[in-house]
């Protein structure tokens, strides 16, 4: 797995080459990040020629190790204006991996109107027209085309009708085991995909080699110590098998951290109804599949497959981020309705994070009613058919609470804020603060320390421990982002020392090395300095690792404000 | 002229106090970003309670020395996110400042939903219910009625329907000496306006004391040499009286730096129908007023009364600025049409800079045709309407490329770019790319020496001398900003040094002071460093003193791109 694809859409020439010696070792999150770094401008337009659109696998993808099927994307963000990196399930990872493809770099714009697919097999890369039929379809009946045409088992990128539309919401969906839809969601990757007008890119990896293990007996070892830590863990092993991701509403409700009504509250009375474990009731009653895997080898399967009253499929991928955004900021007292709104959102190819807090901020605006699960689906559907509207909200909740002359706009560095009131969290307020992705829980997931007591505890509600606790985490997930692994592996490594010791022999096997927990530590503090080292050069100061003023307003039931200063803030980062 | 009106809008109290020492030989513009400086939370929400609306007449305001009435508004802008300065003609400033206010500063935010007007006459400072009849009106219709109200010679500053809206294109509009309107354009002020429910400021200077002159012999004196300077030079005396700034079309066309279909060319064929001798010729044929003065004192009188075929007033402020940006650049090739525009916009209080940049842009993103005024004039309908195409539209050219997924945005720190192109007019495109107001023209005209001759002459092709054009102009830019008077006489001052001495002398003569012209020099560097700090602290860097990657390409006719290194341009603000 050492070579790189460059595809250039401005001339449509096809490089394949040894990646250069400097990024061995690099994967994922550290080898999109540093790529951009090393070769985008960082003043350049997100949507203009300069920016460059990076796909990688992780370290560990492609082989058999539990949960490595993640892929990385990366660019500067059309969102944010800072660097990007977004992962997500799928098959691809693996597959692109498998084909020894360690990067695949696209760049330019071409100054064609038309879209096309990069197709990837074993007799190379080639760029060829889309097909005429998908431009503008929805992503379930575009994979299903492009699926038949290029063969069932080959894996597909899409960007959506949003990000035709180069829309900052835009995301990066890839096909899942079954043909549904995982996505790369944040930071409009989907529009610096269809700024380049790549409509999809397909991988067949039929025929390839694999990927090779230095030493495989190892290997085998270490994963299987591995795989038992993610069983053996109360988190990876039962909570999120059951009930999913949204098994944290009721956890969140309880501790008083699930922002309702445009994070006005802490707790609300109808959690319950929305939450994990009326879904998965819900979903046996009615032989849903309320455990599925978003890649192959996943062994915690949080995921799952969402149905109606008639056993019809709605949705899969249906996760706490977009239940909560909807369900309680937006106060969508109903399961169903946000089930046809997640898929409405995958279709169109928007990040339901940051779309669904920006219809919640919608109906703070008084474009739509409170909770109206009917006209939060009909704004989606105005997305797809990119009226003015459907533009505003496809642009986000920055730009949608600017248009509204809106002060109560919850986001950091343009992207919305996600499901867990910083008041009540502290210490994922610091990641959503200061993480160079902009707000993102998923850069140093505090809620696991401050709320799960996982990895420990740290008191949620006071300030004490979370500077730390945001900087181990962060430096933690930015090497974890870069092995392919799904960060909830997270839950299993804080506790379970075995299994965090399995996750680095099982690299070290693999590419023939002698790794330490240090040098994995150091890994993370390199990808972060790179990536705050780009955003510097792009215009950012320590004065955009600030949360939006209202979060000084307490917030019930415990009346915590936000109230780290400034200089509290910027010691997340003195490392 | 030296006690401060203090609003708050949270409270609805008034204070009126003697201004601090510190703002001692402080006006206009250095008195506006001084006390945003000083008091306004850089990072602060723009529509928040942090967020401070300062009017501040400039040190001449109220005498009677030619042009010394404009206003300055200030505040930190809702477009830029940095601070902004804005001045207006009309008659606000001279009665404020014979009225003996230096200041006046409007705080915090009410929590009710109602709009107010600020009264201010002998009695003193009060605070009133906005007539309900003028919430939601057009400004001439509400000035009318304010007008009828509070006395038809109260001075009257007002929030349009966008200003209500708090859209970021909104401007605060000022009446002018025959109840028209006049405006600070720039910044989105209006908003700031608007957010604190600030419908109006009602100013009636009746058995005000007038201001005081320390030595009213020498101010004499020196008044008459200014006014003559300004009568004597070609541009203050002759080009401007006679054909207004509107003069500029052809000459910026003739210079190949015109910009015209969104930038993308610097001349056309179409000019000389919009230019500034048509329109004297038309106005003249069907009874318009082809001069007048924007407030009382004024003896340039670039203004115009323009009327439609039977001699009915359809607009005033009719700026080359509105012209070429819907005229050229949005190739709407009839002065009638961009006439009922310019009133429209006027109307709704936006800026028309922003808004007409921004609608050519609509065109080029296929929204309304290119050239087509009616549709043009219906999208300035819809702001005020408050459509989600209008909202767009009223939150400027930044916003809208966003919305539409564009890379030829032509805006600097998000403001609009004006009518210069900055490859063929090198030193303007250095004031855009680096005064801290965002890109806007009157920061440091350098049009006047690349293009006009005046102040001497540097090549507009050519990087070589336009560092220290702009840079030499911005700093006089904003002592002059300071003083009230019309930037205009900038012609004069620069050509004539006995016009120069003159003004100086008018300061020292009033306030008993021996300045020097390095005095001056001083005081504009100062401004600007107090501006630039408070943009840092607000987290601007030099990668924010870019030009958009579209400049770029080469420019017809002179097929010349935007060259400054990044090295360069920091340059400017080396002193």
């Known amino acids: 797995m050492n070579k790189f694809i460059r595809v250039c859409m401005t001339t449509k020439q096809v490089k394949v080459e040894e990646a250069p010696q400097k990024y061995a070792g690099l994967g994922g999150r550290a080898l999109t990040s540093t790529v951009v770094a090393d070769e985008v401008k960082p003043t350049c337009h997100p949507l203009g020629k300069y920016n460059k659109l990076v796909f990688a696998p992780g370290l560990l993808s492609g082989t058999n190790a539990a949960n490595s099927g993640r892929i990385s994307v990366g660019a500067k963000s059309p969102l944010t204006g800072g660097i990007k990196e977004s992962n997500s399930g799928g098959t691809f990872s693996q597959k692109m991996a498998r084909m020894g493809y360690k990067g695949l770099i696209v760049e330019g714009l071409p100054a064609e109107d038309k879209f096309w697919v990069i197709k990837v097999n074993v007799d190379g890369v ?6 005429a039929e998908i431009i503008g379809k929805g992503n379930y009946e575009a994979i299903k085309i492009l699926s038949e045409k290029y063969g069932n088992k080959a894996a597909i990128a899409i960007a959506g009708p949003a990000g035709e539309m180069k829309l900052a919401a835009a995301n990066v969906s890839f096909k899942d085991p079954d043909g549904n839809i995982r996505s790369a969601g944040r930071g409009g990757l989907g529009a610096v995909m269809g700024s380049k007008k790549v409509k999809a890119v397909v991988l067949d990896d039929t ?30 092993g039962e909570g999120l098998a059951r009930f999913g991701t949204n098994v944290l509403v009721n956890i969140l409700n309880e501790a008083g951290g699930l922002p309702t009504e445009n994070f006005r509250y802490g707790r609300n009375e109808w959690a319950n109804n929305i939450g994990g474990e009326t879904m998965t009731e819900t979903m046996e009653a009615r032989g849903g599949k309320p455990t599925h895997g978003c890649h192959p080898g996943c062994v915690i399967r949080c995921s799952q497959q969402y149905v109606d009253k008639s056993g019809q499929y709605i949705t899969s991928g249906f996760e706490y981020e977009t239940i909560w955004a909807l369900g309680a900021n937006g106060k969508i007292n109903d399961l169903d309705a946000l089930a046809y709104c997640d898929r409405a959102m995958d279709d169109v190819g928007v990040d339901s994070i940051e779309t669904s807090v920006t219809i919640a901020l919608a109906m703070d605006a ?32 920055g730009i949608t609470g600017k248009v509204f002359g809106m002060t109560r706009v919850p986001v950091v560095k343009n992207q919305a804020i996600p499901a867990y009131d910083p008041r009540s969290v502290k210490g994922v307020g610091l990641t959503y603060a200061t993480t160079p992705m902009g707000a993102d829980h998923t850069a140093g997931y505090a809620v696991a320390t401050n709320i799960m007591k996982v990895g420990g505890f740290v008191e949620p509600l006071q300030k004490e421990g979370n500077v730390e606790l945001s900087r181990n985490l962060q430096i933690a997930t930015a090497a974890v982002d870069s092995t392919g692994m799904c960060l909830f592996i997270a839950f299993a490594i804080l506790d379970i020392p075995e299994a965090f010791n399995a996750l680095i022999d099982m690299i070290n096997a693999m590419y023939g090395l002698s790794l330490t927990a240090d040098d994995v530590n150091e890994l993370g503090k390199t990808i972060l300095k790179t990536e705050r080292g780009f955003n510097a050069k792009a215009g950012f100061t320590n004065a955009h690792d600030r949360l939006p003023e209202f979060f000084e307003e307490e917030c019930p039931p415990h009346n915590t404000t936000w109230d780290f200063t400034d200089e509290e803030i910027d010691e997340v980062f003195n490392f």
Do not use: C, M, Y
């Open 366 to 397: 008084g474009v739509i009613p409170w909770g109206d699960g009917k006209a939060a689906l009909d704004l989606i559907g105005q997305i797809g058919k990119g009226t003015p509207l459907g533009r505003i909200i496809g642009s986000g909740a």
């Open 207 to 236: 025929g390839a080699p694999g990927v090779n293990i230095a030493n495989s007996e190892a290997f085998k070892e270490a994963a299987k110590i591995f795989a038992n830590g993610l069983r053996k863990h109360p988190v990876t």
């Open 126 to 131: 080639t760029i060829e027209d889309a097909p």
